[in-house]
């Protein structure tokens, strides 16, 4: 899509400035989020590349235009190589079977063609550096194979560095600064959610890029080490990156997170970082949970099996729910508008939060 095309995009939505005022804002802006999925929480489907015409039904009705998915290995007993190779191909599958509904995103422009088209841009994303094994070349090739986001660590340590949950807290090894080297050479996004304090600031320096930190909250409100500093926010978006803010129970130390939350949590970036560097990485899909009392058991094995592994993060209980319980479902993104309304922010304020700021990192990174 070019220059033209966008314009025109753009002078459709402000040509009837009293249909602007009764048109729903979410059908005329673009929706980024920065880290979610399309799932559905109700049903265990065979692999987690697979859809259901509810899923997909869901992600369109809740206006979203792009989403970055995450694929390949987290965490577990899986080769991290091998499994990340087999999930892009799983990905890849999905979205040739879906084509009316699916795109997949390698640009910027990419996701402006999404909306254009009425499609979901899927957007391939790693939550572990940890299948670059030994060796930072297979950076280059996951970006071959579509990969657009790479994140460096999850909360435990890795060959790169420290997460969010190991107490020494190690920055950016040698190996880790070759990666990043890597996925600059690659264009690929360096991501530093759930990242150890010392391992952001070393990547936000060390990176000729900006960086960005796409699902977390504020620690300065709730302190947790899933959440990020004010001094990694600050770095962050002076060295032109972005920051999403996700609707999890970090956010609130009760464990159960409210839309209010989310609002606070936003404004404390705002605060810290500028209106062009703060979006949303929900850490969830569109589809809501049917039965929440049914969803509880799932939940709590959920919770077990996290904790088998040594990945739960502080915060996280067998009663906490990793969602936000007022803000799920197809109309999150509409209410979570409104709310910042209420609060005062105005729409081109909104809509740079709601998928502006991430279009135009994106750009800058992916061109």
């Not at 799920?328 to 304020?349: I, M, N, S, T, V």
Request: proline letters at 5%; charged letters at 25%; hydrophobic letters at 40%.
């Amino acid at each position: 899509m070019n220059r033209r095309h966008v314009l025109a995009l753009s002078a459709a939505a402000l040509a009837s400035p009293a249909a602007a005022a009764t048109a729903d804002p979410i059908g005329r802006m673009v929706v980024v989020n920065a880290l979610g999925g399309l799932i559905d929480p109700n049903h265990d489907l065979p692999a987690r590349a697979a859809v259901t015409p509810r899923i997909l039904k869901d992600a369109h009705a809740s206006g979203m235009t792009a989403v970055n998915c995450t694929l390949g290995y987290v965490a577990g007993p899986d080769e991290p190589f091998q499994q990340s190779v087999a999930e892009i191909g799983q990905y890849d599958a999905m979205l040739r079977a879906n084509p009316r509904d699916l795109l997949k995103v390698l640009t910027a422009s990419d996701i402006l063609r999404a909306k254009a088209e009425k499609k979901v841009g899927v957007i391939y994303g790693f939550q572990n550096a940890a299948m670059m094994g030994d060796d930072p070349a297979r950076v280059d090739i996951f970006a071959d194979l579509g990969v657009r986001i790479i994140q460096l660590t999850y909360n435990l340590r890795n060959q790169l560095g420290d997460g969010s949950i190991v107490p020494e807290g190690r920055g950016l090894t040698d190996f880790g600064r070759q990666v990043v080297e890597r996925l600059n050479a690659n264009r690929v996004m360096v991501d530093l959610s759930h990242s150890g304090r010392q391992i952001c600031l070393d990547a936000a320096r060390a990176s000729k890029q900006p960086i960005s930190i796409n699902h977390t909250g504020c620690r300065a409100l709730t302190d947790l080490p899933r959440n990020k500093t004010d001094e990694e926010l600050r770095l962050v978006a002076e060295r032109g990156g972005f920051v999403g803010i996700y609707f999890m129970p970090f956010l609130n130390l009760s464990g159960h997170a409210r839309a209010v939350d989310v609002v606070a949590h936003i404004e404390h970036a705002l605060n810290v970082c500028g209106e062009d560097h703060v979006g949303i990485g929900t850490d969830g899909g569109t589809t809501p949970i049917d039965d929440l009392e049914l969803y509880k058991e799932a939940l709590r094995k959920e919770h077990e099996d996290r904790k088998a592994k040594g990945i739960a993060a502080p915060g996280e209980r067998a009663d906490t729910h990793p969602f936000v319980d007022d803000l799920r479902g197809p109309d999150q993104f509409r209410k979570l508008y409104r709310l910042l309304a209420e609060r005062g922010h105005k729409p081109a304020r909104i809509e740079k939060i709601l998928g502006g700021n991430f279009v135009r990192y994106a750009r800058e990174i992916w061109g």
